[in-house]
């Protein structure tokens, strides 16, 4: 797994050229007629719900951090740039053509959280986290671009506005820092579906609250999430990243001083062996790539002599094969319930 999964801010966004905003207005002229053409095709991603409901809903004018987008009428071809918003619209019926890569899986691969709900329609990749490829967008004639779990720039959300509609991250967050309801929320008003996507937002709370009402030992446990990708350098994330909102959520407490060692506008906290007491908690949770990685952490002495390690209250858990750390990293109405299932006898299981 590329260390590009740590955090979603690692990589800034290249800037569009000139060159490339006079091709993509090219292409949205020829090939989209600025975005309003609603044919179906194999990518279609229209949902099954009645037409003269969706049709009801709208317009819709969505506020986010650039702005306001007014949406006319039901959006046919969607393309997502936030890293984990395909989920949010593929729960709300819609399967988009077109999507970002992440994890360096295919954002239709192997989740066992979606694999159904796309079948055999896969988006085409048009780019990697927040590294868009304009052209791609453009031939995909999409009449809505969603970027909610993103660090889209003003350049790229002006250029992608020459052709289609935008809906923007949340402003009321910082990037990749909203939470899932936010997402969620902004999400189901742009596609016409306020009221679908309370009802999802609503099972997720009540799926939380459940191992709430039958743990309620984690109100009292502090708890944290780190992982490294190479030796001597440790990162731990902070309470706006989405694994630390997972466990929030399940009852626990996080712990404030990670998010003051925090770079600003960053979700985690980068650390060397020496700062590694931090992670001294009650419940610490490493989320790995490779059994040779959870050697290299076990092996580091400064990390021996932490109390939650020789009590062996430190829990690993891989990112893939299981998924469960792909699960809480998404964070997503789609993938919280595989996480809560998954994790829960997991770390009940930590005295």
């Given at each position: 797994?590329?260390?590009?999964?740590?955090?979603?801010?690692?990589?800034?966004?290249?800037?569009?050229?000139?060159?490339?905003?006079?091709?993509?207005?090219?292409?949205?002229?020829?090939?989209?007629?600025?975005?309003?053409?609603?044919?179906?095709?194999?990518k279609d991603g229209s949902s099954s719900a009645d037409a003269d409901t969706q049709s009801a809903a709208f317009p819709?004018?969505?506020?986010?951090?650039?702005?306001?987008?007014?949406?006319?009428?039901?959006?046919?071809?969607?393309?997502?740039?936030?890293?984990?918003?395909?989920?949010?619209?593929?729960?709300?019926?819609?399967?988009?053509?077109?999507?970002?890569?992440?994890?360096?899986?295919?954002?239709?691969?192997?989740?066992?959280?979606?694999?159904?709900?796309?079948?055999?329609?896969?988006?085409?990749?048009?780019?990697?986290?927040?590294?868009y490829n304009m052209e791609k967008i453009a031939e995909l004639r999409p009449d809505l671009v969603i970027a909610q779990?993103?660090?889209?720039?003003?350049?790229?959300?002006?250029?992608?506005?020459?052709?289609?509609?935008?809906?923007?991250?949340?402003?009321?967050?910082?990037?990749?820092?909203?939470?899932?309801?936010?997402?969620?929320?902004?999400?189901?008003?742009?596609?016409?579906?306020?009221?679908?996507?309370?009802?999802?937002?609503?099972?997720?709370?009540?799926?939380?609250?459940?191992?709430?009402?039958?743990?309620?030992?984690?109100?009292?446990?502090?708890?944290?999430?780190?992982?490294?990708?190479?030796?001597?350098?440790?990162?731990?994330?902070?309470?706006?990243?989405?694994?630390?909102?997972?466990?929030?959520?399940?009852?626990?407490?996080?712990?404030?001083?990670?998010?003051?060692?925090?770079?600003?506008?960053?979700?985690?906290?980068?650390?060397?062996?020496?700062k590694l007491d931090i992670l001294d908690v009650d419940r610490l949770v490493w989320v790995t790539s490779s059994t040779?990685?959870?050697?290299?952490?076990?092996?580091?002495?400064?990390?021996?002599?932490?109390?939650?390690?020789?009590?062996?209250?430190?829990?690993?858990?891989?990112?893939?094969?299981?998924?469960?750390?792909?699960?809480?990293?998404?964070?997503?109405?789609?993938?919280?319930?595989?996480?809560?299932?998954?994790?829960?006898?997991?770390?009940?299981?930590?005295?």
């Open positions: 797994m590329s260390t590009g999964t740590r955090r979603a801010p690692a990589r800034i966004a290249r800037l569009v050229t000139r060159m490339a905003v006079a091709t993509v207005a090219a292409l949205a002229l020829t090939a989209c007629g600025g975005g309003t053409d609603n044919s179906s095709s194999d819709v004018t969505v506020a986010h951090k650039y702005g306001s987008t007014t949406i006319e009428k039901e959006p046919k071809r969607i393309v997502t740039l936030g890293l984990s918003d395909q989920d949010a619209v593929l729960a709300l019926g819609v399967k988009p053509v077109g999507a970002v890569d992440w994890f360096k899986e295919k954002p239709y691969g192997k989740w066992p959280w979606t694999k159904e709900l796309w079948g055999s329609d896969t988006p085409e990749i048009v780019g990697e986290r927040d590294e779990y993103s660090g889209m720039k003003k350049e790229q959300y002006d250029t992608l506005s020459q052709f289609t509609k935008v809906v923007a991250q949340p402003k009321e967050y910082p990037d990749y820092g909203a939470p899932w309801e936010a997402m969620t929320r902004q999400i189901g008003k742009a596609l016409g579906k306020d009221a679908q996507a309370e009802k999802l937002i609503s099972d997720i709370g009540d799926r939380f609250k459940a191992v709430r009402d039958e743990h309620p030992e984690f109100a009292g446990l502090t708890l944290a999430v780190a992982d490294s990708f190479e030796a001597g350098k440790y990162s731990a994330f902070t309470r706006t990243d989405p694994k630390a909102i997972f466990f929030k959520e399940l009852g626990f407490k996080l712990k404030p001083e990670i998010d003051k060692l925090a770079k600003p506008g960053w979700n985690v906290a980068e650390l060397s062996a020496e040779d990685a959870n050697d290299r952490i076990k092996a580091e002495p400064l990390y021996r002599k932490l109390q939650v390690t020789q009590d062996e209250r430190d829990l690993f858990v891989p990112y893939q094969d299981p998924d469960i750390g792909a699960a809480f990293s998404f964070n997503t109405v789609l993938s919280i319930p595989y996480a809560i299932e998954e994790i829960t006898p997991l770390i009940t299981a930590v005295e």
